[in-house]
């Protein structure tokens, strides 16, 4: 049985939306993996049984708190993952990690890199870590990214940390699908400051500063005091929160429960203000128009009669030769004619 | 003939893309405002009109400088834009105002008023204000501002301020379309501070602290401050350029040279290190793909098979009834069976 699942794990064909979401439910988190890795496929043959299946699980989801996390390379994003984690598994709850790395190309194989070094909680039976290979338009992020989410709440896990790598592409999107945003930066050289891409700041609900340990200390009181100030001159997104800057040590495992208290305090806020439910509402509905738009894009660029024409219109476009508007008037009629053949 | 065109201005039948082209190169104002009235037009006739104009003016495009500017409400915008117009034609440019407002519901009449309050720009013989009522989503801001972008180029307008109204919907579509963001703040209340949403000012390439006059000149140099600190915070999108804090008045007209020579360094940054022109390639891309997109939702949206079943589809995701994928799935198959009957 183990190993004919592990087989199944890599032969896509074999996938059983019916018996998958009975193992799911019962946080299975092989088949939990299994159930990811189906709904993140683009296979035509497996759109059908995804949606089966998380149709099937949609009652057992949205329970979750959805921390997103995010931070430029250095910090410890990892190193405070596991230990938050570790934390929280202490606490009773049931930890999912979903680390989100798009530009796979631009940062190595961060994730992997990531996933062992949270080795204690890869190993812990009540957490999940898996990397997620969001695409890069929205509707892949939505696809690769919230349908995990949804998956890791209905097998059971209470907490579902999704982890972007800050470079800035994924973190608009994930910071969709989340209740809040966590940044984490460090103390060091500007460099490092520097190194946070514009944008990610400003999706921040809660920035954290770690390494406050040993010689840093000083450091990184003045970082959360300069943050805490540049902050204050960009209007929160809710009317009921301010963005609190924390210091933490991720590796002396100090500052985590405080953390943890303003994650619960921001839950708390977004759930009595029914900003959580009206949130939850828009992000479905942006998911929803999200997969239309990638489904029809992806059939233009895949039609023979379109596909052909595309890279020479957009070398045409960016030349500015031909505008985009007749550009994409040319690609439209063409697909359109295809259409009414 | 006055008249004539008076009329023809609102009955859009009588638009002639052949005409209009040569009486826009002349830089004949009434006919640069009906051109971009086609422009903006969603009616599928003047579509192929519009093209055949902007695509016969495409050589006259890209020559102009196009700062994007944006503030809160009351920090002085239109007075800003005014005076800063006015010192512009003072110096030989001829100047073009793009209002954008997608938001009139929340901001109110903000542009009429605006464009009643630039009444010396308005007047003058080598100025051009035109509101441009830029649909919700980035192929909106895209027809309706590039296209008027261009066309205001056309007609010989070498400097095109794209002005938003600082609510933060539009002002990332537009920081798409133009190759300098500048944001204008002013001192007063932290209120006026916290009005800026968040994300603009990540977007800006200049700060403009306004209202540097009489009582607020130190709560200006305090607010000044205070940006460049957050600034210094964040990465700037250019390697070669920092964002600068630049104090004026535009009540009292000082200032403002120095702040369109730190303009004219920016767009010399830019066109030394070859980001402008990878800029226009990348927005002119970027504007093919939101029309496509426009379009392609726009079928769906109005085709009455799909059109129907839309909201219905929308209120199932909100309330958690049926996942965003199944959702789509159903929308997708209905339209793709009609294309195939």
Same mark, same amino acid.
């Given at each position: 049985?183990?190993?004919?699942?592990?087989?199944?794990?890599?032969?896509?064909?074999?996938?059983?939306?019916?018996?998958?979401?009975?193992?799911?439910?019962?946080?299975?988190?092989?088949? /939990?993996?299994?159930?990811?890795?189906?709904?993140?496929?683009?296979?035509?043959?497996?759109?059908?049984?995804?949606?089966?299946?998380?149709?099937?699980?949609?009652?057992?989801?949205?329970?979750?708190?959805?921390?997103?996390?995010?931070?430029?390379?250095?910090?410890?994003?990892?190193?405070?993952?596991?230990?938050?984690?570790?934390?929280?598994?202490?606490?009773?709850?049931?930890?999912?990690?979903?680390?989100?790395?798009?530009?796979?190309?631009?940062?190595?194989?961060?994730?992997?890199?990531?996933?062992?070094?949270?080795?204690?909680?890869?190993?812990?039976?009540?957490?999940?870590?898996?990397? +997620?290979?969001?695409?890069?338009?929205?509707?892949?992020?939505?696809?690769?990214?919230?349908?995990?989410?949804?998956?890791?709440?209905?097998?059971?896990?209470?907490?579902?940390?999704?982890?972007?790598?800050?470079?800035?592409?994924?973190?608009?999107?994930? +910071?969709?699908?989340?209740?809040?945003?966590?940044?984490?930066?460090?103390?060091?050289?500007?460099?490092?400051?520097?190194?946070?891409?514009?944008?990610?700041?400003?999706?921040?609900?809660?920035?954290?500063?770690?390494?406050?340990?040993?010689?840093?200390?000083?450091?990184?009181?003045?970082?959360? +005091?300069?943050?805490?100030?540049?902050?204050?001159?960009?209007?929160?997104?809710?009317?009921?929160?301010?963005?609190?800057?924390?210091?933490?040590?991720?590796?002396?495992?100090?500052?985590?429960?405080?953390?943890?208290?303003?994650?619960?305090?921001?839950?708390?806020?977004?759930?009595?203000?029914?900003?959580?439910?009206?949130?939850?509402?828009?992000?479905?509905?942006?998911?929803?128009?999200?997969?239309?738009?990638?489904? /029809? /894009?992806?059939? /233009?660029?895949?039609?023979?009669?379109?596909?052909?024409?595309?890279?020479?219109?957009?070398?045409?476009?960016?030349?500015?030769?031909?505008?985009?508007?007749?550009?994409?008037?040319?690609?439209?009629?063409? +697909?359109?004619?295809?259409?009414?053949?």
């Amino acid at each position: 049985m183990e190993v004919e699942r592990r087989s199944a794990e890599t032969d896509t064909a074999k996938f059983d939306a019916g018996e998958m979401a009975v193992a799911v439910r019962a946080g299975d988190r092989r088949a /939990l993996a299994r159930a990811i890795t189906l709904a993140e496929s683009d296979h035509p043959d497996h759109a059908a049984e995804a949606v089966a299946l998380i149709d099937a699980l949609l009652p057992e989801t949205g329970g979750a708190i959805r921390p997103g996390s995010s931070g430029a390379p250095g910090v410890g994003k990892s190193t405070f993952i596991e230990t938050f984690g570790m934390y929280l598994l202490g606490q009773g709850h049931r930890v999912a990690v979903l680390a989100v790395d798009p530009t796979s190309r631009r940062s190595g194989g961060s994730i992997l890199g990531d996933k062992t070094r949270m080795d204690r909680l890869a190993r812990a039976e009540q957490a999940f870590i898996r990397p +997620s290979p969001a695409g890069n338009t929205l509707g892949g992020v939505a696809r690769r990214t919230g349908d995990p989410i949804a998956l890791c709440e209905a097998a059971g896990f209470d907490v579902v940390i999704v982890e972007t790598v800050g470079v800035g592409q994924s973190e608009t999107a994930v +910071s969709g699908l989340v209740d809040m945003f966590l940044l984490i930066i460090a103390p060091g050289g500007g460099d490092e400051l520097q190194g946070i891409k514009r944008g990610i700041v400003e999706l921040a609900d809660l920035v954290l500063v770690n390494k406050n340990d040993g010689d840093l200390r000083d450091a990184a009181s003045r970082i959360a +005091s300069e943050y805490q100030g540049a902050l204050s001159l960009l209007r929160s997104d809710s009317p009921d929160w301010t963005v609190p800057v924390m210091r933490c040590s991720a590796l002396k495992e100090t500052g985590i429960e405080n953390i943890w208290a303003a994650v619960e305090r921001h839950r708390e806020m977004l759930t009595a203000s029914g900003e959580k439910a009206h949130r939850r509402a828009r992000q479905a509905k942006e998911t929803l128009w999200a997969e239309i738009t990638e489904a /029809l /894009l992806a059939e /233009l660029r895949d039609a023979p009669s379109t596909a052909a024409m595309i890279p020479a219109l957009e070398t045409e476009v960016a030349t500015g030769n031909v505008s985009p508007r007749a550009a994409a008037q040319q690609l439209l009629g063409k +697909s359109k004619r295809d259409g009414n053949d």
